[in-house]
């Protein structure tokens, strides 16, 4: 691994720090190097707040180096005014010269605007390092861009025989088919995304919160589909924990049957939801399945056997990647047919 990409993988390690707090912007991060030290560190504040680059420049202590550092940033820095004014101009005005960008920004807001005004400025403008890791990390702010829709996780836990739940239940005592340590990393997952979606079934079945109790973070926007508009509002998914979005037969055309998940990433789009997971039913998930649009998958099996009952979707990918906990299996899936 050569200096810059040295400076860049710290970039993208800092950047992490953002996960779950910076939606819908993307969580940057960057880097300030003055004769082969890092003088300066910075990722994306909550919603609103400083960007990477005002954090980083912040963070240096003497500014009378800058005019002799390199900053590394893992995604090209803003040219336009939004929450905040435009990171370029910031470091054009600190008199940085050198700057080192992961990958360039393909919101047409800024889209080669940023390194545009830097080159203009006579900057010295490197583009492309660790650029695959780079677009990997901003996966969910390209997808939202490129593709007008979410970057869509789908989420399910399934009996050893696969099923979803058992055919028949006891309100009183809930069937679990993973076990606490699974469960709470579901409730981090739930943290670091930015919206939450489950069907009609799910809610009256389950009553779910869809919150982070378990786990420290933002509760994320809960979405539920309710074509009738049947679901009593006294139900958890709408307390004042979280905002609550309801897909009804009034915000899609249900005569349109093979793009009902079309329709509502078109509805998330709008709302600027740049992440979601799908923690809905089998018939939930499988519409998501059907119509290809999802990016990545994680499926649960647990030791419980069922033999009766709702049966998990039918899903036939290749496997990305396997992870035991406790007596769990988690395994992850990535898209490869978009």
């Known amino acids: 691994m050569n200096t810059h990409q040295t400076y860049m993988n710290r970039a993208l390690q800092i950047a992490k720090n953002g996960l779950g707090f910076t939606r819908p912007n993307p969580m940057v991060g960057a880097v300030i190097v003055h004769q082969n030290k890092i003088i300066g560190e910075g990722f994306t504040s909550t919603y609103g707040g400083n960007h990477a680059e005002v954090n980083a420049i912040n963070s240096v202590k003497n500014h009378d180096l800058l005019a002799e550092s390199t900053i590394y940033v893992t995604l090209e820095p803003c040219s336009h005014y939004g929450k905040t004014p435009p990171c ?4 054009i005005a600190k008199g940085i010269k050198n700057v080192v960008i ?3 920004d393909d919101n047409p807001q800024v889209a080669g605007k940023g390194i545009k005004k830097l ?3 006579n900057c010295k403008v490197t583009v492309g390092i660790l650029e695959s890791e780079c677009k990997v990390h901003h996966k969910r702010f390209f997808t939202f861009h490129n593709k007008k829709r979410p ?3 789908l989420k399910w836990a399934q009996s050893s025989d696969g099923f979803l739940s058992p055919e028949t239940k006891d309100d009183q005592k809930p069937v679990w088919i993973t076990n606490k340590t699974s469960r709470a990393l579901v409730h981090k997952w739930r943290g670091e995304e930015q919206a939450i979606l489950v069907g009609t079934n799910t809610v009256l079945q389950d009553n779910p919160s869809l919150t982070t109790r378990n786990y420290a ?3 994320p926007i809960r979405v539920v589909i309710d074509k009738y508009l049947k679901l009593d509002l006294s139900l958890a998914v709408f307390n004042a924990e979280a905002e609550t979005l309801v897909i009804s037969k009034h915000t899609i055309d249900w ?3 093979n793009a009902i998940a079309q329709q509502i990433c078109e509805v998330l789009h709008q709302k600027n939801i740049t992440s979601i997971i799908i923690e809905g039913g089998t018939k939930t998930l499988q519409t998501f399945i059907d119509e290809n ?3 990545e998958a994680r499926i649960f099996k647990g030791t419980i056997t069922f033999k009766k009952g709702t049966k998990a979707p039918v899903f036939n990918e290749e496997i990305a990647s396997k992870e035991v906990i406790l007596e769990d299996t988690l395994e992850i899936y990535n898209n ?3």
């Open 336 to 338: 490869k047919n978009l």
């Open 293 to 295: 649009l999802w990016d």
């Open 102 to 104: 992961g990958c360039v």
């Open 88 to 91: 370029s101009d910031l470091i």
């Open 151 to 153: 970057f869509i996780i």
């Open 119 to 121: 080159l203009e400025a």
């Open 217 to 219: 973070g933002q509760n």
């Open 255 to 257: 005569t349109k049957t």
